[in-house]
């Protein structure tokens, strides 16, 4: 029986392989004088709950895996994490598709140590504290299931083993490429988000691993062997192809989360784009004097949140709203009857006052403190990992949409009145 695709139903797929080659059709092809090795098991899950598809990918190929896996001594998880600052954008692992794999190997039976390593273009830490990804190890590392479980920056560990690739000249020069990417008694699982690229035109599983694989100088070390891949669209190519093949006997298998996608600029930047694995969430506000003049396509904020109406009928707006905006706000806490702020959008021609809120939320906070103190309330919040950094005293800050004044910072909490 045929089964059609559609590029964006394909999106909310997870796709996961026995790494050693491609997914491609099964229509005959020509006789080559290189053929390829055999195909390859892939397990195509979809749903809305991602970590959920990525458990349940593994488990389809389960009998693949588990021959691999009991003959090593541990494992090794690749993710993608090309940037360390945009959130709000998939174009790093999602925390989720490291807790369907953790949660994986935690009901595999296997009992060695796990890693979940990365040498990402920048600072490599930090972009484990925007992802969540030290929430996901101290989620695990109380677990029993799975003995040891670390995040190590290859950046910071240093140690690296030497590969040859082209220079724009064709000219041989080595590069450093991370050792624990050639351990013989690592079972590698490489975690990819799909993505579109500006050199390869999509991120996929060798993409991931083979641009994940160069180290580059940190503490103010000046050198960047990931800067030696980049020699045009060919000679980039070319030289992931050098490395691919090294690589190719030491990886395992591998995860290309589909849930979200990005189109456009990638692989730092780029487009939200969303699959119809699952309709986006409705939520209808009663808004009598901001739906005066409203139409459909303006821009309301919602507790912050900067949200396009959907539809506009009488004094009740609806709008669609996408599971990252879930995410990253308080909207999944809203029940029927729930009140919201709201704010429509500033106007060029008119009075400009107070402090400017994009409407692009950052992430969810916990209130610490919300007491009265003499005629005001005093409000002590935790803000999400890592964002203490950007956070300065008097400086301004979106609470539920209400901008406010800085009072104190102390690491990623702060107060305000």
Same mark, same amino acid.
């Given at each position: 029986?045929?089964?059609?695709?559609?590029?964006?139903?394909?999106?909310?797929?997870?796709?996961?392989?026995?790494?050693?080659?491609?997914?491609?059709?099964?229509?005959?092809?020509?006789?080559?004088?290189?053929?390829?090795?055999?195909? #390859?098991?892939?397990?195509?899950?979809?749903?809305?709950?991602?970590?959920?598809?990525?458990?349940? +990918?593994?488990?389809?190929?389960?009998?693949?895996?588990?021959?691999?896996?009991?003959?090593?001594?541990?494992?090794?998880?690749?993710?993608?994490?090309?940037?360390?600052?945009?959130?709000?954008?998939?174009?790093?692992?999602?925390?989720?598709?490291?807790?369907?794999?953790?949660?994986?190997?935690?009901?595999?039976?296997?009992?060695?140590?796990?890693?979940?390593?990365?040498?990402?273009?920048?600072?490599?830490?930090?972009?484990?504290?925007?992802?969540?990804?030290?929430?996901?190890?101290?989620?695990?590392?109380?677990?029993?299931?799975?003995?040891?479980?670390?995040?190590?920056? &290859?950046?910071?560990?240093?140690?690296?083993?030497?590969?040859?690739?082209?220079?724009?000249?064709?000219?041989?020069? #080595?590069?450093?490429?991370?050792?624990?990417?050639?351990?013989?008694?690592?079972?590698?699982?490489?975690?990819?988000?799909?993505?579109? /690229?500006?050199?390869?035109?999509?991120?996929?599983?060798?993409?991931?691993?083979?641009?994940?694989?160069?180290? /580059?100088?940190?503490?103010? =070390?000046?050198?960047?062997?990931?800067?030696?891949?980049?020699?045009?669209?060919?000679?980039?190519?070319?030289?992931?192809? &050098?490395?691919?093949?090294?690589?190719?006997?030491?990886?395992?298998?591998?995860?290309?989360?589909?849930?979200?996608?990005?189109?456009?600029?990638?692989?730092?930047?780029?487009?939200?784009?969303?699959?119809?694995?699952? =309709?986006?969430?409705?939520?209808?506000?009663?808004?009598?004097?901001?739906?005066?003049?409203?139409?459909?396509?303006?821009?309301? +904020?919602?507790?912050?949140?900067?949200?396009?109406?959907?539809?506009?009928?009488?004094? /009740?707006?609806?709008?669609?709203?996408?599971?990252?905006?879930?995410?990253?706000?308080?909207?999944?806490?809203?029940?029927?009857?729930?009140?919201?702020?709201? =704010?429509?959008? &500033?106007?060029?021609?008119?009075?400009?006052?107070?402090?400017?809120?994009?409407?692009? !939320?950052?992430?969810?906070?916990? !209130?610490?403190?919300?007491?009265?103190?003499?005629?005001?309330?005093?409000?002590?919040?935790?803000?999400?990992?890592?964002?203490?950094?950007?956070?300065? /005293?008097?400086?301004?800050?979106?609470?539920?949409? !209400?901008?406010?004044?800085?009072?104190?910072?102390?690491?990623?909490?702060?107060?305000?009145?």
């Amino acid at each position: 029986m045929s089964r059609r695709f559609s590029r964006r139903g394909f999106l909310w797929g997870s796709a996961a392989a026995v790494a050693g080659g491609a997914l491609r059709p099964r229509a005959a092809r020509a006789q080559s004088i290189a053929p390829y090795a055999e195909t #390859p098991t892939v397990a195509l899950v979809s749903g809305s709950d991602r970590a959920q598809n990525v458990l349940n +990918a593994l488990r389809a190929i389960d009998d693949q895996i588990q021959p691999i896996l009991r003959a090593r001594k541990s494992v090794l998880i690749k993710p993608n994490v090309v940037v360390s600052d945009t959130p709000e954008l998939p174009a790093c692992t999602h925390a989720d598709a490291l807790r369907g794999i953790l949660e994986y190997i935690a009901g595999s039976g296997f009992k060695g140590p796990v890693v979940i390593a990365e040498a990402g273009a920048n600072y490599t830490t930090d972009g484990f504290q925007t992802y969540g990804y030290p929430a996901v190890v101290n989620q695990y590392k109380s677990s029993s299931a799975i003995t040891s479980l670390d995040l190590i920056d &290859l950046n910071e560990e240093g140690r690296y083993v030497v590969q040859q690739v082209v220079d724009a000249n064709l000219h041989v020069q #080595p590069i450093r490429v991370a050792a624990r990417l050639f351990d013989p008694d690592a079972f590698i699982i490489g975690s990819a988000m799909l993505k579109s /690229h500006n050199v390869c035109v999509a991120t996929l599983s060798v993409k991931n691993m083979v641009l994940g694989a160069p180290l /580059h100088g940190v503490s103010g =070390e000046r050198w960047n062997d990931k800067r030696k891949y980049h020699t045009g669209v060919r000679g980039t190519n070319f030289n992931m192809m &050098l490395t691919a093949q090294k690589l190719a006997p030491f990886l395992g298998a591998a995860v290309v989360d589909g849930f979200e996608g990005m189109e456009g600029n990638g692989p730092g930047q780029g487009t939200l784009s969303f699959g119809l694995g699952a =309709e986006a969430w409705k939520l209808v506000i009663a808004a009598d004097r901001v739906a005066v003049d409203v139409a459909v396509g303006d821009s309301i +904020a919602v507790n912050g949140c900067c949200l396009t109406v959907a539809q506009a009928a009488g004094a /009740h707006l609806h709008f669609d709203v996408l599971e990252e905006s879930r995410r990253l706000t308080n909207f999944s806490a809203l029940r029927p009857g729930s009140l919201v702020n709201l =704010e429509r959008s &500033l106007r060029f021609d008119g009075k400009v006052g107070g402090h400017f809120v994009t409407g692009h !939320i950052d992430g969810v906070g916990a !209130i610490q403190v919300f007491e009265p103190r003499g005629k005001d309330f005093y409000l002590r919040t935790l803000a999400p990992a890592g964002a203490g950094r950007y956070l300065v /005293h008097k400086g301004s800050v979106a609470i539920d949409g !209400i901008s406010l004044t800085v009072a104190e910072v102390e690491g990623d909490a702060l107060a305000v009145w």
